[in-house]
């Protein structure tokens, strides 16, 4: 639009740059200073955002500003309900001992150190196209240190490696990571075409687990058994899980509406069972069950985190910053450099802003660059433990064994695997993509 305004040199671009400069910082100091990643995001949103329609109200066309937020609300929007059904799902998974279960089977099965090694990441990486990479690696973890509390070293190790496989995994899914989740409903590839990244993500797993399986002990840890069994209802729950995911691939690839709304309707699916089940356990005089529990556990700091990111970002997009960032990337180092580039800085920033970034400058790239971008954001945050929410969230839940430099000293083998992913990546997407490349409007 002609009545946009180029920000970039005026002292309005300079204060809203430096604003989500300082508010990213904190974010990146979640884990030292314990503020919730949330809070400086979102007041960072809203000062970026103030001051540009404070410039703008001098103008004849102030109201643009307004349409552009509604903009990227309505983007926020449909994110945070998607998620908010996907979260709910996990929660009542958890209610029902579903998660536990598994834990408690692997702790009798009384498995070597190597052996849990192995089964807790092959676990992540398949657990994660479904339960989201963040779910899955929680999960895990507490498997992980339910059996190797008495060795330090097993459980840092087996916790970068359930990192790097949970991210793997969920690269080739539009429910394993927020990233493909963006990219899918941004309608920039369709739901199937996310499969041709099975053998790159597979590719980026194996490398760097299969050199760390020489330093994991081949000893058989000395743990106590559990016997938790699945409470009524879990299973059915995940059969409507698995129902809730293909309502939403239906709505979106056969009625073309946004994703989200399957999601939704999946949601009623889970009320109205969850009806069931309440009448269910007055009968036995068991504990009622609540729905609305599940909801309440939802990770509300993580959804607000995403409204701050995507509004700042959006700003700043709006500000003319991103146009010259995607003429920099895109156009002078060419988009195979460039998605590689967003892999590297997934791992430092984070893979969420810097991918909803990406979405927000649209650049002009066929399938194949969309699916390069799609997995270097979603397994190069592997390299550092900031770089993705499953390491961020494994460093707290580990009690100290799992931290940023021993994930550091890993990081030159997990940066082979990312390379290698990409290798692979480039003659998989142009065998087997046959669709043509989106078209420019």
């Known amino acids: 639009m002609e009545y946009?305004?180029?920000?970039?040199?005026?002292?309005?671009?300079?204060s809203a740059l430096l604003i989500f400069v300082v508010a990213y910082g904190f974010v990146m100091a979640e884990e030292f200073t314990?503020?919730?990643k949330s809070k400086p995001v979102v007041l960072a949103a809203g000062l970026i955002w103030g001051i540009v329609a404070f410039v703008y109200s001098s103008t004849p066309h102030y109201e643009v500003v307004e349409h552009e937020i509604r903009h990227s609300f309505l983007e926020y929007a449909e994110l945070a309900f998607f998620l908010l059904v996907a979260m709910t799902y996990i929660n009542a998974l958890e209610e029902r001992n579903v998660f536990n279960s598994l834990k408690s089977w692997l702790i009798k099965k009384q498995f070597s150190y190597r052996q849990l090694f192995w089964i807790t990441g092959v676990l992540a990486f398949f657990l994660s196209p479904l339960a989201d990479n963040l779910t899955t690696a929680l999960v895990l973890c507490a498997v992980v240190l339910a059996v190797g509390s008495s060795s330090p070293k097993f459980v840092g190790i087996a916790c970068i490696n359930i990192v790097v496989a949970a991210n793997a995994g969920g690269a080739f899914s539009p429910f394993g990571d927020i990233t493909t989740l963006m990219v899918w409903q941004a309608g920039q590839l369709e739901f199937t075409q996310f499969f041709a990244l099975v053998i790159p993500s597979v590719v980026n797993y194996i490398i760097p687990a299969g050199i760390m399986h020489f330093f994991v002990s081949n000893h058989k840890p000395e743990v106590a058994e559990q016997d938790i069994s699945i409470k009524f209802g879990g299973r059915t729950i995940i059969v409507l899980g698995l129902l809730t995911i293909l309502t939403a691939v239906?709505?979106?690839?056969?009625?073309?509406?946004?994703?989200?709304?399957g999601m939704m309707t999946g949601l009623a699916y889970l009320q109205l069972y969850g009806y069931y089940i309440k009448r269910k356990s007055l009968a036995l005089n068991e504990p009622a069950y609540d729905?609305?529990?599940?909801?309440?556990?939802?990770?509300?700091?993580?959804?607000?985190?995403?409204?701050?990111?995507?509004?700042?970002?959006?700003?700043?997009?709006?500000?003319?910053?991103?146009?010259?960032?995607?003429?920099?990337?895109?156009?002078?180092?060419?988009?195979?450099?460039?998605?590689i580039l967003v892999g590297i800085l997934s791992a430092i920033v984070d893979n969420i802003p810097v991918m909803f970034a990406v979405l927000t400058m649209e650049p002009a790239m066929p399938d194949s660059q969309w699916l390069l971008v799609t997995l270097t954001a979603g397994v190069g945050g592997s390299m550092l433990s900031i770089g993705s929410a499953a390491g961020v969230a494994l460093m707290g839940q580990s009690k100290g064994m799992y931290t940023f430099f021993g994930h550091l000293k890993w990081t030159p083998v997990i940066a082979i695997g990312y390379f290698a992913s990409i290798y692979t990546h480039i003659p998989v997407s142009y065998t087997h993509l046959t669709l043509p490349t989106k078209r420019i409007v």
Do not use: C, Q
């Not at 305004?5 to 300079?14: V, Y």
């Not at 239906?250 to 709304?261: D, I, K």
């Not at 309440?296 to 607000?304: F, S």
């Open 34 to 36: 314990h503020l919730r």
């Open 250 to 261: 239906s709505f979106h690839n056969f009625l073309h509406l946004p994703p989200v709304f």
């Open 291 to 339: 729905f609305f529990e599940n909801v309440a556990k939802v990770e509300w700091d993580t959804l607000l985190f995403f409204f701050g990111v995507i509004l700042a970002v959006g700003g700043l997009g709006f500000i003319g910053y991103l146009e010259y960032v995607s003429a920099f990337m895109y156009t002078d180092l060419g988009a195979t450099n460039a998605n």
């Open 4 to 14: 946009i305004i180029d920000l970039t040199t005026h002292w309005a671009g300079f």
